[in-house]
């Protein structure tokens, strides 16, 4: 199993910039994708980012061009680095590892972007 916490999140104007991490434990070998994805209020669960064990990343559009993902191999941590934030950013935004036999989700952390 592996565990993810996310922590870093909060409010922000719009315009401005927050960083998230997610921490893994665990089975950590297992690990082939680390990602984010977010849900805003009554909206499905959508996919923002995900990074591979390999550096290789991939971005929705929504978020390109303002949203870094980046990964601490030494430290297990996969961090989210937002920036020039608009309002329809706000969401709950949950980690995801995803390995051969399935994946987990971390418990979330809310970003709220005040217009």
């Known amino acids: 199993q592996v565990q993810l916490v996310e922590s870093g999140g909060g409010l922000v104007q719009a315009g401005g910039s927050l960083r998230l991490s997610c921490a893994a434990s665990g089975s950590i070998g297992r690990i082939n994708v680390l990602g984010w994805y977010r849900q805003a209020p009554e909206k499905q669960r959508e996919f923002v980012a995900s990074?591979?064990?390999?550096?290789?990343?991939i971005y929705a559009d929504s978020v390109k061009g303002r949203f870094t993902i980046s990964r601490d191999g030494a430290e297990n941590t996969v961090y989210l680095q937002m920036t020039s934030l608009k309002s329809e950013d706000t969401a709950v935004y949950y980690c995801?590892?995803?390995?051969?036999?399935?994946?987990?989700w971390g418990q979330g952390t809310q970003v709220t972007v005040s217009s």
């Open positions: 995801r590892a995803t390995y051969m036999s399935g994946g987990n």
């Open positions: 990074i591979t064990t390999y550096g290789s990343t």
